[in-house]
């Protein structure tokens, strides 16, 4: 299996995320039920019910076919919690590697919205760009969570549920691990450094492509023998 991978020295390292006046948690991705927003919003809601002074930013445009669901399901939240909800929109590099190393953490619920039994992310780049500002991930721990977040080291992998509710309690005790951490920035900065840069993408290609080449030079040279 070869990994996708990026250019990790597109994005700048961020050892600190910004100060307290205006600590956030990121949402990146499309709008859709699929990436998980709503579970986003409930888990900071969650948190700031627990006296936790935190908030999110949601940063990404709408998936096709999802504006009744952003109406519907995500607008009425923003309207009502508008001191801890901003959704940015879309967002072009620049502005990403902004929002993602002044992030405490990059939150990514694929799958969990509603009970986390449908909807598995075979991979998500999201992921990848947040440890590469050094910004730890909070993920539910299925699909491909397990071999892109190393728990507790770059990130927390959230035990799925199939009740919401679980999902979100669970969601934000990960995200307070991840706040009192001292170390996970700079493992997450490291881990993507060696693990996610585009030039290991690259060396595994060709790792690949050597041995099918050795692998039909072997076979032509047996078709010959015989």
């Not at 728990?151 to 509710?165: I, L, N, Q, S």
Request: with cysteine.
């Amino acid at each position: 299996c070869v990994y996708n991978g990026i250019r990790v020295d597109g994005f700048s390292y961020s050892p600190k995320p910004v100060g307290d006046s205006d600590a956030y948690i990121l949402f990146m991705g499309r709008i859709c039920p699929e990436k998980g927003p709503l579970l986003a919003i409930k888990t900071v809601i969650r948190m700031a019910d627990r006296g936790i002074e935190i908030r999110l930013k949601i940063a990404g445009g709408l998936a096709l076919g999802s504006r009744g669901y952003f109406e519907e399901m995500i607008k009425p939240w923003l309207d009502q919690y508008p001191h801890i909800l901003e959704y940015v929109g879309e967002v072009g590099h620049e502005q990403k590697n902004k929002l993602y190393g002044g992030a405490y953490l990059t939150i990514c619920p694929y799958g969990c919205e509603g009970g986390g039994t449908h909807w598995y992310e075979p991979f998500g780049v999201v992921p990848i760009e947040s440890m590469a500002c050094g910004t730890p991930v909070l993920i539910g721990d299925k699909a491909s969570a397990s071999e892109i977040i190393t728990h507790r080291m770059t990130g927390y992998r959230v035990p799925v549920a199939k009740k919401e509710d679980v999902l979100v309690s669970r969601f934000a005790r990960g995200a307070e691990v991840i706040m009192r951490s001292s170390s996970m920035r700079e493992h997450a900065r490291q881990d993507a450094e060696t693990r996610w840069d585009i030039s290991r993408m690259v060396h595994d290609y060709r790792q690949v492509y050597a041995r099918f080449l050795r692998k039909k030079t072997r076979l032509r040279a047996l078709a010959v023998s015989r």
